[in-house]
């Protein structure tokens, strides 16, 4: 029997059958989108009505009644839409799986030939399906960023807002009451809680015999850290001479991590230093793994709070007595105490100060000092930089060549690759050659390259790169008390890790103190100032602002542009007069300041808003 006729006769049939099934999926889900669309603007409207208006001026009085109105309809309403939010959720999922099972039906149909040459049809056919399928993946994205941002930022949205047109004096009254509320819990630690004791008032045993100090120095130049520090328990002489012991125990330090120095929290001398390092090690707490990217957090983690940022409106400055949690040196990531601005096809830089609303071209331009045959001396922003002659000559320099990082200076070559150097000893030859085509980044004030091995830190006083895990997907991005944080971007979480160099290739986490809830890239965050007290924080950019992260407790704070203005606003986190302060520029004040700062500096505006 000739099978072939009875196909080509089936085939028609077949593709009708597919297209008639498609036809009633496809109206069915566009009639559930058009619901999807009304339920969006019933919600918005819902919103605009609970917005509290007080009268001008207003007493303090009718301001806090107006916040427990706002507080109260609100959580009444939250009741009311949160199961047809819940519905319109799964109706998403549902019509998504549903496609999704037709069209893996059809592709396997296809895949046998069941159609026969109809393919140009049926291949329309799939394409609508995944077309489909995108857009009600988008939905379900938007619909839970909707969620999350009624929940996170309306109220205190609007408790902003009510004070428009009100008194300076109540509008100061009202922050400080209620709205400073919102952060109170971002504050410095001095207190890191080491799980370690460090004061001297531990009991030890007296002295009962004399040994000659020269002889109990000799001995610990020749112990190991953990003997050192076990050493330090013999007695009260072996204890005073072990707190006299700096040189030996940085020299010991930087041949097992160079990266845990004093100067965070509570490592304060190299006595510290040595003994955190040995507790940790000694932890159950602290587990050794070779590889990096799957580990899990044994903690519950601390729900994100979410703090909305006070306007910063075009042409207004932020108070003398803000200072920012970033500084200048952190203006590679963007995540800085300035406002960038890029424009034109050249690519022409420049940032402002919101202090003072002056801009400046970026980067700055470099000085020359003083040249001869072998060294060339230039001067950025006061510090005074000495390369090798050679490399002007050879135009081996990038124009955009050197930048001031928080405790390095680096110095980026042509086609890649590039110099670091300590700022304490900004040297050529003192420095770090890292070869092209890498270059490095700073994680507070670690210096990290990425390299096709994974991740590197660099020992500056070594003059060496030492591998620190082999995976590419975890990047170092803060360095606090000796921990180095891995930013595990698809998991969103944060990492505590450190490493002892005589075990290569073993990295120490714990998961009890894996932060989660993060949304931060590499790229596009940046440690707090040690100088200004702010180390113990780790700040990143997201959609809608910023996200402070406390490495000491462990929290993760959202800082929020207002609600239903768009994604694209400029966010400052610090401290005013030792309280947590956030400031928002959003979209339109940011392009009117864009444009302000443009033409000041003579550069025409291709930029399209």
Same mark, same amino acid.
């Given at each position: 029997?000739?099978?072939?006729?009875?196909?080509?006769?089936?085939?028609?049939?077949?593709?009708?059958?597919?297209?008639?099934?498609?036809?009633?999926?496809?109206?069915?889900?566009?009639?559930?989108?058009?619901?999807?669309?009304?339920?969006?603007?019933?919600?918005?409207?819902?919103?605009?009505?609970?917005?509290?208006?007080?009268?001008?001026?207003?007493?303090?009085?009718?301001?806090?009644?107006?916040?427990?109105?706002?507080?109260?309809?609100?959580?009444?309403?939250?009741?009311?839409?949160?199961?047809?939010?819940?519905?319109?959720?799964?109706?998403?999922?549902?019509?998504?799986?549903?496609?999704?099972?037709?069209?893996?039906?059809?592709?396997?149909?296809?895949?046998?030939?069941?159609?026969?040459?109809?393919?140009?049809?049926?291949?329309?056919?799939?394409?609508?399906?995944?077309?489909?399928?995108?857009?009600?993946?988008?939905?379900?994205? =938007?619909?839970?960023?909707?969620?999350?941002?009624?929940?996170?930022?309306? #109220?205190?949205?609007?408790? !902003?807002?009510?004070?428009?047109?009100?008194?300076?004096?109540?509008?100061?009254?009202?922050?400080?009451?209620?709205?400073?509320?919102?952060?109170?819990?971002?504050?410095?630690?001095?207190?890191?809680?080491?799980?370690?004791?460090?004061?001297?008032?531990?009991?030890?045993?007296?002295?009962?015999?004399?040994?000659?100090?020269?002889?109990?120095?000799?001995?610990?130049?020749?112990?190991?850290?953990?003997?050192?520090?076990?050493?330090?328990?013999?007695?009260?002489?072996?204890?005073?001479?072990? =707190?006299?012991?700096?040189?030996?125990?940085?020299?010991?330090?930087?041949?097992?991590?160079?990266?845990?120095?004093?100067?965070?929290?509570?490592?304060?001398?190299?006595?510290?230093?040595?003994?955190?390092?040995?507790?940790?090690?000694?932890?159950?707490?602290?587990?050794?793994?070779?590889?990096?990217?799957?580990?899990?957090?044994?903690?519950?983690?601390?729900?994100?709070?979410?703090?909305?940022?006070?306007?910063?409106?075009?042409?207004?400055?932020?108070?003398?007595?803000?200072?920012?949690?970033?500084?200048?040196?952190?203006?590679?990531?963007?995540?800085?105490? !300035?406002?960038?601005?890029?424009?034109?096809?050249?690519?022409?830089?420049?940032?402002?100060?919101?202090?003072?609303?002056?801009?400046?071209?970026?980067?700055?331009?470099?000085?020359? #000092?003083?040249?001869?045959?072998?060294?060339?001396?230039?001067?950025?922003?006061?510090?005074?930089?000495?390369?090798?002659?050679?490399?002007?000559?050879?135009?081996?320099?990038?124009?955009?060549?050197?930048?001031? %990082?928080?405790?390095?200076?680096?110095?980026?070559?042509?086609? %890649?690759?590039?110099?670091?150097?300590?700022?304490?000893?900004?040297?050529?030859?003192?420095?770090?050659?890292?070869?092209?085509?890498?270059?490095?980044?700073?994680?507070?004030?670690?210096?990290?390259?990425?390299?096709?091995?994974?991740? !590197?830190?660099?020992?500056?006083?070594?003059?060496?790169?030492?591998?620190?895990?082999?995976?590419?997907?975890?990047?170092?991005?803060?360095?606090?008390?000796?921990?180095?944080?891995?930013?595990?971007?698809?998991?969103?979480?944060?990492?505590?890790?450190?490493?002892?160099?005589?075990?290569?290739?073993?990295?120490?986490?714990?998961?009890?103190?894996?932060?989660?809830?993060?949304?931060?890239?590499?790229?596009?965050?940046?440690?707090?100032?040690?100088?200004?007290?702010?180390?113990?924080?780790?700040? %990143?950019?997201?959609?809608?602002?910023?996200?402070?992260?406390?490495?000491?407790?462990?929290?993760?704070?959202?800082?929020?542009?207002?609600? %239903?203005?768009?994604? =694209?606003?400029?966010?400052?986190?610090?401290?005013? =007069?030792?309280?947590?302060?956030?400031?928002?520029?959003?979209?339109?004040?940011?392009?009117?300041?864009?444009?302000?700062?443009?033409?000041?500096?003579?550069?025409?505006?291709?930029?399209?808003?």
């Amino acid at each position: 029997m000739d099978t072939t006729r009875a196909r080509d006769i089936k085939d028609p049939e077949l593709l009708n059958q597919v297209g008639e099934d498609w036809k009633v999926l496809f109206f069915a889900c566009n009639a559930f989108l058009e619901d999807y669309k009304f339920y969006c603007k019933t919600l918005k409207k819902l919103l605009k009505t609970m917005k509290p208006k007080l009268p001008v001026p207003a007493y303090r009085q009718d301001c806090l009644l107006a916040m427990e109105m706002l507080q109260s309809t609100f959580l009444e309403a939250l009741e009311f839409i949160q199961p047809t939010k819940d519905n319109m959720y799964r109706s998403l999922e549902r019509y998504h799986d549903d496609i999704e099972e037709f069209s893996l039906q059809v592709r396997i149909d296809y895949a046998t030939k069941a159609y026969g040459a109809v393919s140009r049809d049926l291949s329309i056919i799939i394409d609508a399906m995944f077309e489909r399928m995108n857009i009600l993946e988008k939905k379900q994205e =938007q619909l839970t960023r909707i969620w999350d941002d009624i929940n996170g930022s309306f #109220v205190q949205t609007c408790l !902003h807002e009510m004070m428009a047109g009100q008194e300076e004096e109540l509008k100061e009254w009202w922050y400080d009451t209620v709205l400073s509320t919102y952060g109170e819990h971002i504050k410095v630690t001095h207190k890191t809680n080491l799980g370690v004791q460090l004061d001297p008032a531990v009991s030890r045993p007296p002295l009962k015999r004399h040994i000659p100090s020269e002889i109990v120095s000799f001995i610990y130049s020749f112990a190991d850290v953990e003997t050192c520090v076990a050493l330090r328990e013999v007695n009260t002489q072996w204890y005073s001479i072990f =707190q006299h012991l700096d040189s030996f125990l940085k020299s010991k330090m930087n041949n097992r991590n160079p990266w845990m120095v004093p100067g965070d929290g509570d490592l304060k001398t190299w006595q510290d230093v040595a003994l955190v390092f040995v507790r940790r090690l000694e932890s159950e707490k602290w587990v050794e793994k070779d590889r990096i990217d799957n580990v899990e957090a044994t903690s519950n983690g601390r729900p994100k709070k979410t703090v909305v940022g006070k306007k910063l409106k075009f042409g207004k400055k932020l108070p003398p007595t803000f200072t920012s949690m970033t500084d200048s040196s952190a203006c590679e990531s963007l995540v800085c105490e !300035h406002m960038h601005i890029l424009s034109g096809p050249a690519g022409d830089e420049f940032l402002m100060d919101p202090w003072t609303l002056q801009s400046r071209q970026h980067p700055e331009e470099y000085e020359f #000092v003083s040249q001869n045959s072998e060294e060339t001396v230039i001067k950025l922003q006061g510090v005074e930089i000495t390369i090798p002659s050679f490399v002007f000559r050879q135009r081996i320099i990038l124009d955009i060549s050197f930048h001031l %990082g928080r405790s390095t200076v680096y110095v980026h070559l042509h086609g %890649g690759g590039c110099l670091i150097m300590s700022r304490d000893k900004p040297h050529y030859g003192h420095a770090l050659t890292i070869l092209e085509p890498y270059s490095a980044y700073d994680a507070g004030d670690v210096s990290v390259s990425k390299q096709t091995d994974g991740y !590197h830190l660099a020992n500056i006083a070594n003059q060496s790169l030492v591998k620190y895990t082999s995976s590419t997907s975890a990047a170092p991005v803060a360095c606090y008390n000796g921990i180095v944080w891995l930013n595990l971007r698809e998991m969103k979480c944060l990492v505590p890790t450190f490493i002892d160099l005589s075990t290569p290739g073993k990295v120490y986490y714990r998961a009890d103190r894996i932060i989660t809830d993060t949304e931060l890239m590499e790229n596009r965050c940046s440690q707090g100032s040690k100088s200004r007290d702010a180390a113990q924080f780790l700040v %990143g950019m997201t959609a809608r602002g910023l996200d402070v992260v406390d490495l000491v407790e462990g929290t993760v704070t959202a800082v929020s542009r207002h609600y %239903g203005k768009p994604d =694209q606003a400029l966010c400052f986190v610090g401290f005013n =007069q030792g309280q947590f302060q956030a400031w928002c520029m959003h979209h339109k004040d940011s392009h009117l300041t864009r444009e302000r700062i443009l033409a000041e500096n003579g550069v025409e505006d291709d930029h399209e808003d």
